[in-house]
């Protein structure tokens, strides 16, 4: 069952890879034919659902995208299925067993919403997100050993997980929503939005490389580079000219997109809620308290707390737009600094580190 569990991953990670360069095709071929429907040439192309410039070209890359990606989440299934029965408890021993259930919930959450907003561009940003975990995870594989003493608990710690799994996958999904929609607004937001990507790309450096200065140096210089070349582009009304009905950059309109990233914050808020209630309930079984104020448990609180705040924001205070996407933006950046934390300030959960 463990070379199964091996053979479906890699299967699952050339499938993601796959999937995305037919993403990337699917939203190149998008903006050319919002270039051409901003020029006036319309013919041979329709307007999608939602607003989305399609032709049928674009059409083919976004199906055979899907497809593959649907193919790649039923490998990752067969991962946790396999690998559940050859370790006889759920992915929680360890980072590589967690980071591959974590892809798996962001390919999940993707086409769930993917699926309820007819959205494929979404894609080609979450795929990247899961693929990044699934090679974080292929560069640090862990063997099958005997679960140390406080990981022993199989129930409490396997729906502890389920639900993480559902947060994370839904906060990628609300991140993704926001970059597209800060990625449409003024050349700062832009600017903001990539610089944030760069600084993300970092944390995943640094967790995998430990080297985590030098990785936020590069990445958030060669993020804010691109943002000045956007910028630049903008200056002379190049990628600003496509401005077709669906949105600017023949992406969602805004609109869209900042409803997608609020639905995925209701998804996910309450599954934080309760991934955070039963690490408690789990704390207190294997070191006798609820709560030690633990760099994880403590960064899961400050996450939990931000998006608490965006809801807040958004229903009581009306907020919506470049703030909002700002706000998801930031907590998922908390999200990721809760997963790799332990990397980096140790504690009670240092156990689950390489192995």
């Known amino acids: 069952m463990e070379k199964m569990?091996?053979?479906?991953?890699?299967?699952?990670?050339?499938?993601?890879?796959?999937?995305?360069?037919?993403?990337?095709?699917?939203?190149?071929?998008?903006?050319?034919?919002?270039?051409?429907?901003?020029?006036?040439?319309?013919?041979?192309?329709r307007s999608g659902t939602l607003g989305l410039v399609v032709e049928p070209r674009t059409a083919t890359f976004g199906r055979y995208g899907s497809i593959l990606g649907w193919l790649a989440f039923a490998f990752l299934s067969a991962w946790l299925v396999f690998r559940t029965i050859a370790t006889g408890h759920g992915p929680f021993a360890n980072m590589y067993e967690f980071s591959v259930a974590f892809a798996w919930g962001i390919l999940g959450a993707y086409y769930w919403f993917e699926r309820s907003y007819h959205q494929r561009i979404l894609g080609l940003l979450a795929l990247p997100i899961a693929l990044a975990m699934m090679l974080y995870a292929f560069l640090n594989p862990a063997p099958i050993d005997p679960l140390v003493p406080a990981l022993q608990n199989n129930l409490l710690l396997t729906v502890h997980v389920a639900v993480a799994i559902v947060a994370y996958g839904s906060f990628s999904i609300a991140f993704v929503a926001a970059i597209l929609f800060l990625f449409q607004q003024r050349p700062v937001e832009r600017a903001f939005a990539l610089g944030f990507v760069g600084a993300l790309l970092a944390l995943v450096v640094g967790a995998i490389q430990s080297a985590l200065a030098?990785?936020?140096?590069?990445?958030?210089?060669?993020?804010?580079?691109?943002?000045?070349?956007?910028?630049?582009?903008?200056?002379?009304?190049?990628?600003?000219s496509i401005d077709p009905s669906g949105g600017s950059w023949g992406l969602p309109r805004p609109a869209v997109l900042d409803e997608i990233g609020y639905k995925a914050v209701v998804v996910g808020f309450p599954f934080l809620a309760a991934t955070i209630v039963l690490g408690a309930l789990w704390a207190e079984v294997a070191w006798g308290r609820y709560w030690a104020w633990d760099p994880k448990e403590t960064a899961s609180l400050v996450t939990w707390l931000i998006y608490a705040t965006y809801l807040h924001a958004r229903v009581i205070r009306g907020w919506t737009g470049s703030r909002a996407a700002i706000l998801l933006q930031i907590g998922f950046g908390a999200t990721i600094l809760t997963y790799f934390g332990n990397y980096f300030f140790g504690g009670l959960h240092s156990y689950a580190g390489l192995g």
């Open 5 to 45: 569990s091996y053979y479906a991953f890699v299967a699952a990670i050339l499938a993601t890879g796959l999937a995305l360069i037919l993403y990337l095709g699917y939203a190149i071929s998008g903006l050319r034919a919002a270039r051409m429907q901003t020029a006036g040439n319309g013919f041979g192309m």
């Open 214 to 240: 030098i990785g936020a140096i590069v990445a958030v210089i060669v993020g804010f580079i691109l943002a000045g070349i956007v910028y630049a582009l903008d200056g002379r009304k190049g990628l600003a």
